[in-house]
């Protein structure tokens, strides 16, 4: 039974910082990949960054590039999202993700943890 838990959003100023956590479990954690996907209201769902279970390769959206690093800890089943230099345009839901390819491609998705970035 995967499941992904975020937590750690909130209400912050414009260039303040805010640390989001994923705890998962039920899954070899340390081999799948994990990722951060954003909504906003009215908008496509996106993705914010990715890190590989193998290698700890770290990609970005070009929109957070220099201001958000993706980090896991395989001891702890957690990943997280470091969101630093904080803009009103990051206010969205961020939910965390891993994806299965066999025996079926499937992804798995958190419940999402709002933040909020206004002064």
């Known amino acids: 039974q995967v499941q992904l838990v975020e937590s750690g959003g909130g209400l912050v100023q414009p260039g303040g910082s805010l640390r989001l956590s994923c705890a998962a479990s039920?899954?070899?954690?340390?081999?799948?990949?994990m990722s951060w996907y954003r909504q906003a209201p009215g908008k496509e769902r996106e993705l914010v960054a990715s890190i590989t279970g193998i290698t700890d390769a770290t990609t970005y959206a070009d929109s957070v590039k220099g201001r958000f690093t993706i980090s896991r800890d395989n001891a702890r089943n957690t990943a997280y999202l470091q969101m630093n230099s904080l803009k009103p345009e990051d206010t969205a839901v961020y939910y965390c993700?891993?994806?299965?390819?066999?025996?079926?491609?499937?992804?798995?998705w958190g419940q999402g943890t709002q933040v909020t970035v206004s002064s």
């Open positions: 993700n891993t994806r299965r390819i066999w025996p079926t491609t499937r992804d798995y």
């Open positions: 039920g899954f070899t954690f340390s081999s799948y990949a």
